[in-house]
């Protein structure tokens, strides 16, 4: 297609600064360098992560910055040299037929498939996260800075091939967007870096879109017990409807929740989660599961700088503490057979939409997020 050498004028959500809401502006995407992918943003959704950036509390976060890390789309042009997607041809053999670009979902966590620890399979963390600072965003005259190297609040963005995953072409995009972060990371947690077993005890912190997701990969795990908290109640019917088995608001008991799980099972979780990203919830997490093979993975993001003070009785007695990043997939492998397991109907992530917004309304969606209501 002709974009494939032309700037494309389209709308993105730019956070000019610190504490600034989004604002939807017509910015200027440069096409894909060698190496690059230029996809037609479809749909995306809103992860707490987004939040963080208009808080200010990623450190390495420039602004000018357009968000967005959960997305999907389609293949518009590609750069020199990208040989894994394919954007719109034409198929002259057989007279005027069109072949669609590929549909794909970017990746907050790039695969390079070539350092030593993308050659890893334990590891899922690229050590070629940044191999170019620029940017191919602009607006008003300035650069606008991307943002997980996605920027998927943009109708049009430039990618990195290695940061694309190819996806079934039948996949609906408004849909599997969410598999792109919260979905595979909270699964991912009890499955991969937890390793959960069935018929164990798991309590998951913090029931937003990610904590949520962490009860479905408890249950798909063969949890037999899982016990979800929050401070709010509207989410305990969904959390029932993904598999936990107890419900409880901090807000409920005088005790400290650690406390409160231990005496609910004799003597504390097998595995426990927390989801929300503050420090005292992380040290109760810790404390919630047992004291000699009880794991406590964190998920949730604490503001940068933040401190724990904690016991070390607490892991000297065999108790491990574990973080996970994007559930430790290795996503840009992990994606496609996510999504085709997604159209097997092997799990039901549609559960966790609440709603559909234009654009327009980015900061519409924020205002759900903080009334708990996304
Ligand atoms: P969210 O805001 O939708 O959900 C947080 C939930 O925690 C809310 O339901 C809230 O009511 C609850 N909560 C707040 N304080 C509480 C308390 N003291 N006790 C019990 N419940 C409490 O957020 P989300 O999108 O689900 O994200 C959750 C966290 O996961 C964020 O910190 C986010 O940045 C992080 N995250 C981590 C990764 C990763 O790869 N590790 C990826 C994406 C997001
Ligand atoms: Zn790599």
């Given at each position: 297609p002709l974009s494939c050498f032309q700037v494309i004028r389209c709308r993105a959500a730019v956070v000019w600064a610190v504490g600034k809401p989004l604002s939807v502006e017509e910015v200027e995407v440069a096409p894909p360098k060698a190496g690059e992918v230029c996809v037609k943003i479809v749909a995306t959704s809103i992860c707490h992560t987004d939040e963080h950036i208009l808080e200010g509390i990623f450190p390495n976060v420039d602004f000018p910055v357009i968000p967005g890390h959960e997305g999907a789309g389609i293949v518009e042009s590609v750069g020199e040299g990208v040989t894994s997607v394919k954007p719109e041809r034409h198929h002259i053999i057989y007279g005027m037929c069109i072949i669609p670009g590929d549909k794909v979902i970017p990746i907050s966590?790039?695969?390079?498939?070539?350092?030593s620890f993308c050659l890893n399979p334990e590891s899922n963390y690229c050590l070629n996260l940044l191999p170019d600072k620029t940017s191919r965003f602009t607006c008003k005259g300035k650069q606008i800075h991307h943002f997980l190297w996605v920027?998927?609040?943009?109708?049009y963005t430039v990618i990195l091939e290695y940061a694309v995953a190819k996806i079934d072409a039948a996949a609906p995009l408004d849909k599997v967007?969410?598999?792109?972060?919260r979905f595979s990371t909270r699964c991912g947690a009890a499955?991969?870096?937890?390793?959960v077993k069935p018929g164990s005890t798991c309590t998951v912190f913090g029931l937003g879109g990610v904590g949520l997701s962490v009860v479905m990969g408890c249950k798909a795990a063969g949890a037999s017990r899982i016990i979800a908290i929050d401070i709010?109640?509207?989410?305990f019917a969904k959390a029932k409807e993904l598999g936990a088995s107890h419900y409880i608001s901090p807000?409920?008991?005088?005790?400290p929740m650690q406390e409160v799980l231990t005496e609910m099972t004799g003597h504390g979780m097998d595995y426990s989660f927390e989801v929300i990203g503050h420090a005292d919830t992380m040290t109760a997490a810790l404390a919630s599961c047992n004291m000699n093979t009880g794991i406590c993975v964190m998920v949730g993001e604490p503001a940068s700088g933040s401190v724990i003070c904690f016991d070390p009785m607490l892991v000297l007695s065999g108790r491990t503490w574990k973080g996970t990043l994007l559930g430790r997939w290795n996503m840009r492998d992990c994606i496609p057979k996510l999504v085709a397991s997604y159209l097997e109907k092997k799990f039901n992530s549609d559960m966790l939409i609440t709603r559909a917004l234009p654009i327009a309304k980015v900061n519409k969606g924020f205002e759900l997020l903080h009334a708990g209501k996304r």
């Open positions: 966590l790039p695969h390079c498939r070539e350092c920027s998927t609040f943009a109708e967007c969410l598999l792109a972060c499955i991969n870096t937890a390793k709010n109640k509207d989410k807000h409920d008991f005088k005790k």
